[in-house]
């Protein structure tokens, strides 16, 4: 993955392992090069471009927040407090 370096993708995407990070055309010309000059490099990205995808799919994210939604119900029925980690 080529990404544009910007804030919104600091949380997920870490340049090197799962993308390049790019700022301007110059850069993003060379990241495009590189990887296709280097399977190896492509590959491993790749690998962890999609791992980071799945963390972060619209399923994976509804079960974590159907999950917390079950615990505060649970806790509120029993009256105990709710410590629900973000």
């Known amino acids: 993955m080529v990404l544009r370096d910007i804030p919104v993708f600091e949380e997920f995407y870490t340049d090197g392992h799962d993308c390049l990070k790019c700022e301007t055309e110059a850069e993003f010309r060379e990241a495009v090069e590189r990887l296709a000059e280097?399977?190896?490099?492509?590959?491993?990205l790749g690998a962890n471009a999609r791992e980071t995808a799945m963390e972060h799919s619209l399923d994976r994210v509804g079960e974590r927040l159907a999950a917390?939604?079950?615990?505060?119900?649970?806790?509120?029925r029993e009256g105990r407090p709710v410590a629900v980690e973000a």
Not at 38 to 44: N, P
């Open 68 to 76: 917390t939604y079950r615990e505060v119900r649970d806790a509120k």
């Open 38 to 44: 280097d399977d190896a490099l492509r590959e491993r």
